[in-house]
């Protein structure tokens, strides 16, 4: 089957750096996404990693290793506006997105 | 904007009456997808459109119905909707995964609710 496991639940501080992680185990691999959602909110684009190693946009960064099955999301410099879902998901050999449920991150000041 | 509109936010129906859902995308992109989403779940893959091809997921209840008359509309039926398909609907598009084109642009969403 198809499984990708992320942390239910993390909790940060304002200013802080977190990670998130992420491993996957799917039929095939088109690229692994991260998207944000904010409570009752559509989820939305953060970053895309198809290739191996670190892609940095601005305060986030997403890393992937395909040998391993393992991706992160780490935030700097934390915000309080950082408070929200962020789902991990894969594009599998049919180009069907396999999502995670889910890490909720706490922000505390 | 170009974006992906659904309407409307917030839509309440009674146990069994028939519910529409619909999305428009001005993206003018190739696929237009369905999701249903429960609180903190994953987002669970409905069906979806490749231009106008329509492909249902094994699991999707026959509840579950799905038109797209045009490139820019897509519209979820429920058909006899039960407590348990109380959710959030997310409708989203991309362009064309197997061409590279593999980021999908959500829509803001529909919450059900079901009495």
């Known amino acids: 089957g198809q499984n990708i496991d992320q942390p239910t639940e993390m909790t940060a501080t304002e200013g802080a750096i977190v990670q998130i992680n992420c491993t996957y185990q799917t039929s095939g691999f088109n690229g692994l996404f991260w998207y944000q959602q904010h409570a009752g909110e559509a989820p939305t684009f953060l970053s895309y990693?198809?290739l191996d190693g670190l892609e940095e946009k601005g305060r986030f960064s997403s890393f992937l290793s395909r040998s391993k099955g393992y991706s992160y999301l780490l935030l700097k410099e934390l915000q309080m506006k950082d408070s929200a879902s962020y789902l991990c998901?894969?594009?599998?050999?049919?180009?069907?997105?396999?999502w995670g449920a889910g890490t909720k991150l706490i922000i505390k000041p | 904007d170009a974006m992906v509109i659904q309407n409307p936010r917030y839509q309440v129906t009674q146990f069994g009456k028939p519910v529409t859902l619909s999305c428009s995308q001005t993206l003018n992109h190739n696929v237009m997808y369905w999701y249903q989403q429960k609180s903190s779940q994953a987002p669970k893959l409905l069906f979806h459109y490749y231009d106008k091809d329509f492909n249902n997921e094994a699991d999707t209840p026959d509840n579950f119905q799905s038109r797209r008359p045009n490139t820019s509309f897509c519209f979820l039926d429920i058909r006899s909707p039960g407590l348990g398909d109380a959710a959030m609907y997310l409708c989203?598009?991309?362009?064309?995964?197997?061409?590279?084109?593999?980021?999908?642009?959500f829509g803001p969403g529909t919450r059900l609710t079901v009495l």
């Open positions: 989203a598009t991309s362009r064309d995964p197997s061409g590279g084109y593999n980021e999908q642009f």
């Open positions: 998901a894969v594009l599998d050999s049919n180009y069907q997105l396999i």
């Open positions: 990693n198809v």
